[in-house]
Nanobody
Framework: VQLVESGGGLVQPGGSLRLSCAASGFTFSGYAMSWHRQAPGKERELVASITSAGGSTDYADSVKGRFAISRDNGKRAVYLQMNSLKPEDTAVYYC??????????????WGQGTQVTVSS
């Protein structure tokens, strides 16, 4: 199982970035996908999530209206479009895949993270 994030970098306040997460080694279309972030000295927090078929999304209040999560099951990828970036968005961003089977067992995978720095 592998989740590989890309697209992070340094951007000025008000700028945009698009993060990508490429998945392999599991049945991607069967998993809900999400993006999380962790800033220095802070706990990891959920940023955005999308259901397995892409029909429903959810966002943290701090990013609503600025970030958009999407997925392409054919390409086995999930994306996070980040607009109007603020310095407080600076963090390592992680991709997560989650599924629960009929018995309630949890299958939970994480990527290695990509750094996003918002600074002038």
């Amino acid at each position: 199982v592998q989740l590989v994030e890309s697209g992070g970098g340094l951007v000025q306040p008000g700028g945009s970035l698009r993060l990508s997460c490429a998945a392999s080694g599991f049945t991607f279309s069967g998993y809900a996908m999400s993006w999380h972030r962790q800033a220095p000295g802070k706990e990891r927090e959920l940023v955005a999530s999308i259901t397995s078929a892409g029909g429903s999304t959810d966002y943290a209040d701090s990013v609503k209206g600025r970030f958009a999560i999407s997925r392409d099951n054919g390409k086995r990828a999930v994306y996070l479009q980040m607009n109007s970036l603020k310095p407080e968005d600076t963090a390592v961003y992680y991709c997560n895949a989650l599924r629960r089977d009929y018995f309630g067992r949890k299958f939970d995978y994480w990527g290695q993270g990509t750094q996003v720095t918002v600074s002038s």
